[in-house]
């Protein structure tokens, strides 16, 4: 198939990005989105230019380094996947594609369709995690935990970070994947020790990082490629809330 | 010499693999008793690199830090989450017994030892299988949503090569989940200040001080910075080499270099021909194809794999005339089960691999290729409902039906072997040490545990029992004898290694060619799929290192490097890796050709049981099964660089089975 691809150029943070037009000629139907920006690539390469860059790796849907903005949709129009999952059999001969990066204050651009999502990495070290020494840990089988909660907890631990839902969300909050992990971690009666300077910690770093606040429009969840529930915000909400009353109490 | 093609000479160098004395039960128990260890003032003086941020070596980077050693932590992604760690579909092993079905640490090892095809270490299996359970009591107190049954406890389901339930998983995402539980403890020391970690970052070669390991060169990816790091012991957790196939599972961006880095600066690469294709991937489609999909090996629980009996009947299916609801069951050969009926379609992988091999090869493959057989659930569907399926497989299911475009709970699934795993690696003795004083290298980066072939849920497990548990109790005894911070980056190996770095990046912008790095690295991954792939001969290898020279040649003289080496240039990234493969497939078609029988996933055509043989005569075994040849080969073939464009030199380092006996392995 032909297609005529619009894609965001940007050659370094600093520099002011552009939209290029690209001619994608005998694309394989059966080829997925990045493989087909491969063929465009190779042709860019030996004619001597700069290839597209963009952010990929796994090509299998879990790792989270795909981040492009497909017609104007993070990942893409398609529920419940990634960019590099979304299959050319899903454009029509002839189609106009608009490709550009994860757009965010907290993402800037690296280079063209590559953005740096580190603050995600610093909102975990906030409070992400459950705090137990490697080799203290009691037998696996000593807490019993109902099928439900495993569940639910699994549910929300399946968040593979990318960050569409802060690209799709017009305040670029990032109150999905927080309350994605808080939800996964506070969940499981391992993580409830914790609970209150978690979810605390794990705020205050996203809105220093220069992620928009919540006004519930689900924009996240609908583009979430792991179709996370926006369920996780409004379990955040309340937990955050009890924390702040505690540490205000105590 | 064994082979006479491969002009290497066995050197008598001794390899001392370290394996502590005593009884194999209690190796592991005396030599923690009897360890060195360094006391808690002293550790934070001691500086460790670790490269590689998935299971092992964010595992490792975590708790060194958690033990009071500063740690530096690299890897090239833009985040220690996305380690290809995180695509292991299907679980971890443990052996718990917690199903009761007669499983032990002494089952688990026996069955690792046996799925290698004894061309594993004892002693290390044996750690590996006792640090199997500690690591699910680890995981599960992270936070990591196992499966479980309604009564809260932890669920377990039965795995390739395996007749007990061991594995431990959640849903179809089990390598998700134990990754993030590691890059959480990971992230937890960043915030501590314990681990500093480099994103997008790449280690372009070794420093190696005096015979020891000292440090690092790596580039920035975003900025193209080249800089030195120091310390008093290098860790390499850098993954396997499968993507010297260009075509595997491999995520797009896990290379070798690393690892081929450490190997031309002296420590020695152990058993490459060990590569594992799994059985159960998404067939190629087509040559504009980037990577390949596994589908988790525990769709074979309820999935029957099956072609039809006839080469006609294959060949209609081919051509889009027929599906598979056209061929009744009396005309499908189900041929796993009927040549390996105790274990049916669970055989082990390299076994099921070569198997589909075959049927394909006679014709009766069934993707339009002709590469290409059924993983079939109607039985499944209708004995358990299709509910019960769904919920077990779901999201494999979907993302089939996302890549194929065919529903596979009304037509099945199409699959075909894939380069998915590799079992060699950089030599490391008991400790996980290699040959170069100071360098450890863990997790599939190493050789150490899996032998020929790797069991379904292993490598979660060896790799979080390296990083979690094996490196923090053994590192001490390396570090205990060194000066902390005696060497610095102004030391002058860091200015000449960092002055080589610098030099071949230029080379590689200023070839100015006109062939994309990818169409060597395809041209390359073709020649070794065809002849160091799923079956191997003598000639086959012979002419892939006459070829292999010519990829060198014409890649250094018509690549093409567009843009810049300062800041970010993904073909330049692409284009080192590429160049570091074709120089590792040289040493892995030597290996391969040295190897004069067939092992595992080594599989040598010319050494394979035939109608005369005993083993065959009295129905142990197969005609066409792969022939071990203890009395030769028992041994890790681990090979010193000499230099580019000359053949590597052989190490033997012979394997000692006391306590299982070498056998045939029969899977019948």
């Known amino acids: ?250 | 010499m064994a082979s006479e093609g491969s002009s290497t000479t066995a050197s008598n160098g001794a390899l001392n693999s370290a394996i502590p004395p005593g009884p194999l039960p209690e190796k592991w128990t005396s030599y923690k008793a009897k360890a060195k260890l360094i006391n808690p003032a002293n550790k934070r003086k001691f500086s460790v690199l670790v490269v590689g941020s998935g299971l092992a070596g964010g595992a490792a980077a975590a708790t060194l830090s958690e033990l009071g050693y500063q740690v530096k932590c690299f890897c090239y992604q833009d985040s220690p989450r996305r380690a290809h760690s995180i695509a292991a579909q299907g679980g971890i092993n443990g052996a718990k017994n917690y199903q009761n079905d007669g499983d032990s640490v002494w089952r688990l090892f026996y069955d690792t030892i046996k799925g290698g095809d004894f061309r594993s270490r004892e002693a290390n299996v044996h750690r590996l299988a006792e640090i199997s359970v500690q690591i699910i009591d680890q995981c599960v107190a992270q936070g990591v949503p196992f499966a479980r049954e309604y009564g809260g406890a932890l669920a377990n389901r039965s795995f390739g090569g395996a007749q007990v339930s061991r594995t431990f998983y959640a849903r179809g995402q089990t390598g998700q989940q134990l990754l993030l539980g590691c890059y959480q403890a990971l992230e937890k020391e960043i915030s501590k200040g314990g681990v500093k970690m480099y994103t997008r970052t790449e280690m372009l070669d070794l420093v190696v001080v005096d015979g020891h390991a000292k440090g690092i060169v790596v580039r920035d990816l975003a900025t193209g910075e080249i800089t030195s790091h120091a310390a008093d012991a290098v860790i390499l957790a850098t993954g396997g080499y499968g993507n010297v196939f260009f075509l595997s599972t491999n995520a797009m961006g896990c290379n070798v270099t690393a690892a081929l880095r450490a190997n031309k600066r002296g420590a020695y690469m152990a058993n490459p021909c060990f590569t594992q294709i799994h059985p159960t991937c998404i067939p190629v489609s087509g040559d504009y194809q980037s990577k390949l999909t596994l589908m988790s090996e525990s769709l074979r629980n309820d999935g029957r794999i099956w072609v039809p009996k006839s080469k006609e009947d294959a060949a209609k299916i081919r051509s889009g005339e027929w599906t598979a609801k056209d061929i009744p069951e009396e005309a499908r050969d189900y041929f796993l089960e009927r040549k390996y009926p105790s274990f049916g379609n669970l055989a082990p992988r390299d076994i099921s691999s070569r198997s589909a091999k075959e049927v394909c090869d006679e014709g009766r493959g069934v993707a339009k290729t002709g590469l290409g057989v059924y993983l079939d659930f109607s039985d499944s569907i209708n004995r358990l409902g299709l509910e019960t399926i769904k919920e077990r497989y779901g999201n494999l299911f979907q993302m089939y039906e996302k890549i194929s475009g065919e529903d596979p709970y009304e037509l099945g699934m199409k699959i075909y072997p894939a380069v998915h795993y590799t079992m060699g690696g950089l030599w490391v003795d008991y400790n996980l040490m290699s040959n170069i004083p100071g360098l450890h290298v863990l997790g599939e980066a190493n050789f150490s545990d899996h032998g020929a072939n790797r069991l379904g849920a292993s490598a979660l497990m060896q790799g979080l029992a390296d990083g979690y548990f094996v490196i923090p109790a053994t590192l001490p005894n390396y570090l205990a004898g060194q000066k902390p911070g005696s060497v610095t980056t102004s030391a002058p190996e860091f200015k000449q290694v960092e002055a080589e770095v610098k030099a071949r990046i230029q080379q590689l912008m200023s070839v100015k060619g006109t062939k994309s790095v990818d169409s060597f690295h395809r041209e390359l991954g073709m020649l070794v799929w065809d002849e160091c792939g799923m079956s191997r001969t003598r000639e086959g290898l012979l002419e892939a290192l006459e070829k292999i020279p010519k990829i060198r040649e014409a890649f250094w003289k018509d690549v093409i490097v567009p843009g810049s080496a300062d800041g970010t240039n993904m073909e330049l990234e692409k284009a080192w890796r590429v160049a570091d493969f074709i120089d590792f497939a040289e040493i892995m078609c030597h290996d391969a050709l040295d190897r004069e029988e067939s092992c595992g996933g080594h599989f040598r055509e010319e050494f394979q049981f035939t109608a005369e043989d005993e083993d065959v005569k009295n129905g142990y075994t197969n005609a066409g099964e792969a022939m071990r040849r203890d009395d030769e080969f028992c041994y890790v073939a681990a090979w010193e660089f000499k230099g580019p464009g000359v053949p590597p030199v052989l190490h033997k380092e012979p394997l000692e089975y006391e306590a299982v006996e070498l056998s045939v392995r029969s899977y019948k």
């Open chain 1, 1 to 250: 198939m032909n297609l005529t691809l619009k894609v965001w150029r940007q050659s370094s943070p600093n520099a002011t990005g552009r939209i290029e037009t690209y001619e994608a000629r005998d694309i394989p139907s059966e080829a997925s989105f990045l493989e087909m920006l491969d063929i465009v690539n190779t042709g860019i390469i030996e004619a001597g230019n700069d290839p597209i860059h963009f952010d990929h790796d796994c090509r299998e849907g879990i790792c989270g380094s795909c981040s492009l903005a497909i017609n104007g949709v993070p990942h893409s129009k398609e529920s419940g996947i990634t960019t590099c999952q979304v299959h050319m059999r899903k454009f029509r001969e002839g189609d106009t594609i608009w490709i550009e990066p994860f757009r965010a204050r907290a993402f800037p651009v690296i280079k063209d369709l590559m953005v740096d999502r580190s603050a995600f990495d610093r909102i975990i070290a906030a409070g992400g995690y459950i705090d137990v020494r490697t080799g203290s840990a009691p037998e696996a089988n000593a807490i019993a935990i109902g099928k439900e909660d495993a569940d639910d907890a699994f549910d929300a631990a399946t968040c593979i970070g990318c960050g569409a839902c802060v690209a799709a969300c017009k305040n670029a909050s990032a109150m999905l994947f927080v309350g994605a992990k808080a939800s996964h971690l506070n969940t499981l009666p391992q993580g409830h020790a914790e609970k209150d300077r978690r979810v605390l910690a794990m705020v205050r770093q996203m809105d220093t990082e220069g992620f928009g606040n919540c006004t519930n429009q689900y924009e996240c969840e609908a583009v979430c490629p792991k179709e996370i529930s926006a369920d996780v915000i409004a379990k955040l909400n309340r937990d955050y809330a009890a924390a702040s009353v505690r540490e205000v109490v105590e």
